[in-house]
């Protein structure tokens, strides 16, 4: 018996608003993203990542954080969640806690992509973090520390394990129990995924892992399996298989959330969603989105619609 036969639900948390739409060149309009949270809000989705709070020099799309946030609809049921890499981002989204439950941390966990990413060293970082944290929990908060490029840098290639541990242990010390394990470009395979994720989950019960998994090699279905074997059932998905990277070049986006609704649901694992719903949802991106998205489901649909017999296509094949 395989471990994820004893799996009987899994947690998702939508990030296409956030992770999708950064790497998007051309800005998405701050309405056209309120009404795709908000028809995300009604899919059974439980937490969607919804913005970050970003300077907007960095990141351009996102400077409409606080008009996102104050715009959408606030579902009962459904956690929102913004990504605050520093305290000034963390101020923004203070006056917005009665509509932002839970805040993530980012952190790259090597001394290349972290500077490449947030100019900064990691202990830099975490010195930080720690400021964060606390104000962030004064102000009632959930919180979770990101491990970015946990399975992989563009720059240094392989993370050890010892990285990682140092990490999260540094992480568990500060009082942050939920932390992402990121691969972030795409370069894991099921075996390394199992390595870190059962090393992690062993070394740290007490921490809620999860796994947030990109597509670049057509890896991530695979390795969602192998994170599942590991004893992690948290994970992040982009719908329409939207984002990237900026630092490595070809990267596609996160796994479709679609698809691996699609393959869970498939082997019995409930996730409370309604994939039919997702799919809408994924179709609207093809209203926005100037160029293909990275989708099995919408280039080829869910695979259970059952066609005419032979006898009656031969007349739609002449």
């Known amino acids: 018996m395989l471990a994820t036969d004893k799996v009987k639900k899994v947690h998702i948390m939508e990030v296409g608003p956030r992770d999708g739409f950064q790497s998007e060149k051309q800005f998405v309009p701050t309405g056209t993203k309120i009404k795709v949270i908000n028809a995300l809000s009604r899919t059974g989705l439980p937490e969607i990542q919804v913005t970050s709070f970003v300077h907007p020099k960095a990141i351009p799309q996102f400077v409409d954080a606080e008009d996102v946030v104050a715009g959408i609809d606030i579902v009962p049921g459904v956690s929102y969640r913004a990504l605050v890499p520093n305290l000034r981002g963390l101020e923004r989204v203070r006056p917005l806690r009665d509509r932002i439950d839970t805040v993530s941390f980012m952190l790259s966990v090597t001394e290349s992509h972290n500077r490449a990413n947030g100019n900064h060293s990691i202990d830099e970082t975490l010195e930080e973090i720690a400021a964060m944290q606390r104000l962030a929990r004064s102000e009632g908060f959930r919180t979770v520390g990101s491990m970015i490029c946990a399975l992989g840098c563009p720059f240094e290639g392989q993370v050890p394990i010892q990285t990682l541990d140092r990490i999260a242990g540094r992480y568990v010390e500060l009082g942050i129990d939920a932390i992402s394990i990121a691969d ?97 949802v994924a179709r609207m991106h093809q209203e926005f989105i100037p160029h293909a998205l990275d989708s099995a489901l919408l280039r080829a649909g869910r695979g259970n619609i059952l066609l005419p017999p032979p006898e009656r296509q031969q007349k739609i094949a002449s």
């Open 184 to 280: 972030t470009i795409g370069v894991a395979n099921p075996r390394l995924v199992y390595d870190v994720a059962s090393n992690l989950v062993g070394r740290y019960p007490e921490v809620t892992f999860n796994m947030h998994l990109h597509n670049t090699r057509d890896m991530a279905l695979a390795n969602t399996l192998a994170a599942l074997e590991a004893g992690i059932s948290r994970f992040d998905g982009g719908v329409a298989g939207m984002g990237g990277c900026p630092y490595a070049p070809g990267a596609t986006g996160n796994i479709a959330t679609e698809d691996m609704i699609n393959m869970l649901h498939g082997m019995g694992i409930e996730t409370g969603i309604d994939l039919e719903r997702l799919l809408d």
